[in-house]
């Protein structure tokens, strides 16, 4: 269920397939997955989504179930709850630290990170672009949890300048762009 939607990149699929399943695992006679295995992906979705609120709402549910059925939610879908916190209180040095770990995401999960980080990424590029005209090379960083010459290919892209000498970066604002007329 959960790996075609990923391996889709279908996202709103899969957060609509998580909820709905959510919503019939308890009057389900066999379930195909356990409700815990749905947890990481369906957290994940939501980060996909920003949509943090219901990730926190969906939190609280799932402790509610882990108490009542006497689970232990996986370590995985802890994981993944940490980074959505992190997230939460803007702290991106840790939500790249968990997701850069491999060592966190099995392979059913593994293909959704890289989407999470470029979810994560092109709205922190939004966020920035209307809170700054220039920012320093130590803070993309911070903001972007990527190397040196990795975040100014990637910054490029987005219409941003880098200055070497002076190791900053000017953003280009929302809702401007190059007119090949002038």
Same mark, same amino acid.
């Given at each position: 269920?959960?790996?075609?939607?990923?391996?889709?990149?279908?996202?709103?699929?899969?957060?609509?397939?998580?909820?709905?399943?959510?919503?019939?695992?308890?009057?389900?006679?066999?379930?195909?997955?356990?409700?815990?295995?749905?947890?990481?992906?369906? *957290?994940?979705?939501?980060? @996909?989504? %920003?949509? /943090?609120? +219901?990730? $926190?709402?969906?939190?609280?549910?799932? =402790?509610? &179930? #882990?108490?009542?059925?006497?689970?232990?939610?996986?370590?995985?879908?802890?994981?993944?709850?940490?980074?959505?916190?992190?997230?939460?209180?803007?702290?991106?040095?840790?939500?790249?630290?968990?997701?850069?770990?491999?060592?966190?995401?099995?392979? *059913?999960?593994?293909?959704? @990170?890289? %989407?999470? /980080?470029? +979810?994560? $990424?092109?709205?922190?590029?939004?966020? =920035?672009? &209307? #809170?700054?005209?220039?920012?320093?090379?130590?803070?993309?960083?911070?903001?972007?949890?990527?190397?040196?010459?990795?975040?100014?290919?990637?910054?490029?892209?987005?219409?941003?300048?880098?200055?070497?000498?002076?190791?900053?970066?000017?953003?280009?604002?929302?809702?401007?762009?190059?007119?090949?007329?002038?």
């Amino acid at each position: 269920m959960i790996d075609a939607y990923i391996t889709e990149k279908d996202y709103t699929g899969l957060l609509n397939a998580c909820e709905e399943y959510e919503l019939k695992y308890d009057t389900l006679m066999t379930p195909i997955l356990p409700l815990t295995q749905v947890y990481t992906a369906y *957290l994940g979705s939501y980060i @996909i989504a %920003d949509d /943090l609120h +219901s990730a $926190r709402f969906l939190r609280k549910r799932m =402790l509610i &179930k #882990a108490e009542t059925h006497q689970w232990a939610l996986e370590t995985e879908t802890e994981t993944m709850w940490q980074v959505c916190a992190a997230l939460w209180k803007t702290d991106y040095n840790a939500a790249y630290h968990f997701l850069n770990d491999p060592t966190h995401w099995s392979t *059913l999960i593994t293909p959704m @990170i890289s %989407d999470i /980080l470029e +979810s994560i $990424r092109e709205r922190v590029v939004l966020l =920035l672009a &209307k #809170a700054y005209t220039t920012i320093t090379m130590d803070n993309v960083i911070s903001y972007f949890g990527m190397q040196e010459q990795d975040v100014v290919q990637a910054l490029s892209t987005k219409g941003w300048t880098y200055d070497s000498t002076t190791k900053t970066f000017t953003t280009k604002k929302l809702g401007t762009y190059d007119d090949p007329g002038d």
